[in-house]
């Protein structure tokens, strides 16, 4: 089964992005819905600790700029990822300059115990043991299989958002998807005879 990834709101796409542009909640409420989890995803993977942050400040952006935005379905998600991707640059630029130091005066009864709105996010173990093979790869690969996959952004796009050529974006996928499948079949064990 292929799944489209690059329209999922589909041919009601244009309506829908025209009405959330001129303020209806409903109609940004679809776009929200369709493109957060892969957002949230995607942003899991390369800084679990700020994923929910970073997915907020994103769409805080998409909310400001979206008057503005032009373009299909697309462009609308690649538009998205590249806020995503800026927010996530910016956070760590902050970081460098301002790095957080441990509190080690809280007691364990200061700690919450209820699970994390992370955990209570994710669908299934599968999605979660995806997500932290993942996290094994070196961030280019991650990243560009993230896009791909996940975002559902093409070649050319990626290259854009990463400053490089879509040759690297290739061949980083190519990489990657070796590195997957030598996590998945194990030492020793190859999936192709020879190979």
Known sequence: MCVDTQHVVGDDFAAVLTAAQSGSEE????????????????????VPDAA?????????????????FIGDEGAWRAWLFTTARRRMLDQARHLRRHPAEPLD??????????????????????????IALLGRLPEQQANVILLRVVAGLDTEVIAEMLGTSTGAVRVAAHRG???????????????RAGV
Do not use: C
Request: glycine share 6%.
């Open 27 to 46: 109609h940004f409420a679809v776009l929200w819905r369709d493109a957060n989890p892969a957002l949230v995803r995607y942003l899991r993977v390369l």
């Open 177 to 191: 998807l070796r590195k997957l499948e030598a996590m998945l079949t194990g030492p020793g064990i190859t999936s």
């Open 52 to 68: 929910e942050d970073i997915a907020a400040e994103t769409w805080v952006s998409v909310v400001r700029g979206l008057p503005a």
């Open 105 to 130: 005066e809280i007691g364990v009864a200061d700690v919450p115990t209820a699970p994390g709105a992370e955990q209570l996010a994710l669908d299934n173990i599968a999605t979660e043991s995806a």
